[in-house]
């Protein structure tokens, strides 16, 4: 969590690598305390407003998935790593004006929280002739502004997702409530998930903790965590 960052790239790819060594022992250990296999457990890197070398270095240590939450920073980012075998996480609030834009470089979605959003990205995606998929993000603070669907809806969108063509059900996804024990949070996303997964057998995904609390979102069933402080440093605005 020390806010380092090296500008010499042989320091810089040294410190990602311990970070990222540290990380990948903090999964583990959630996952022995879990009796869970660490394999179920994919590691996405959040590289906002980190550059494009943090991630072509990140890649190299052997990182495949990383994850953006502005479509501003996203889209150049991509663009300039687009030799590198990635797979681009889309987390931030979307706005269905720059749907056509993400669906042109994010193979996930994770924060599709509309049934609005979801035509958006089912024609942006046929436009582009990819297939996209998507996560439902699901709000656990009763809406406190941090974006995500009401439990309640969740299934009619999920619903909605499976039946878009372009668009592919992975799951949901939620952060958790700031200031608050995340352990009822994320076992609350865990019976949303469940209930997802009743209707559609597929969708496997549960994308929940992030650099502060991974042991407890994993100890939930969290598949996906979504790391950037501890795998990169703090990062000097406030962008969430
Ligand atoms: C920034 C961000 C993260 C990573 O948060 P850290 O605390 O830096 O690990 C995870 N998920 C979302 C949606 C984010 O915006």
Not at 73 to 90: G, I, M, N, R, S
Not at 91 to 115: E, F, H, I, M
Not at 207 to 232: F, N
């Amino acid at each position: 969590m020390t806010p380092t960052t090296s500008s010499d790239p042989a320091a810089r790819r040294a410190e990602l690598a311990a970070n990222l060594a540290e990380v990948r022992e903090r999964i583990a250990a959630a996952c022995a305390a879990a009796g869970r296999d660490p394999g179920d457990v994919t590691l996405v890197a959040v590289t906002k407003t980190f550059p494009a070398s943090d991630v072509r270095l990140l890649a190299g240590l052997g990182l495949a998935q990383v994850a953006e939450n502005r479509d501003q920073e996203a889209a150049p980012k991509a663009a300039e790593c687009a030799d590198l075998d990635l797979t681009w996480h889309f987390v931030g609030q979307l706005q269905t004006n720059k749907a056509k834009s993400v669906a042109s470089y994010a193979g996930v979605v994770q924060s599709v929280d509309r049934p609005r959003l979801v035509r958006a990205l089912a024609q942006a995606a046929g436009a582009a002739d990819r297939t996209v998929r998507c996560l439902v993000q699901v709000s656990l603070d009763e809406g406190e502004g941090r974006g995500g669907a009401d439990p309640a809806d969740v299934p009619s969108l999920a619903d909605a997702i499976a039946a878009a063509d372009g668009l592919e059900l992975g799951g949901v996804m939620a952060v958790a409530p700031l200031g608050a024990d995340p352990r009822p949070a994320f076992e609350r996303l865990a019976r949303v998930a469940n209930e997802v997964r009743l209707s559609h057998p597929g969708a496997t995904i549960m994308s929940a903790g992030m650099s502060g609390d991974l042991e407890s979102a994993i100890a939930c069933g969290a598949t996906h965590v979504r790391v950037g402080t501890a795998l990169l440093g703090g990062r000097s605005a406030i962008v969430r």
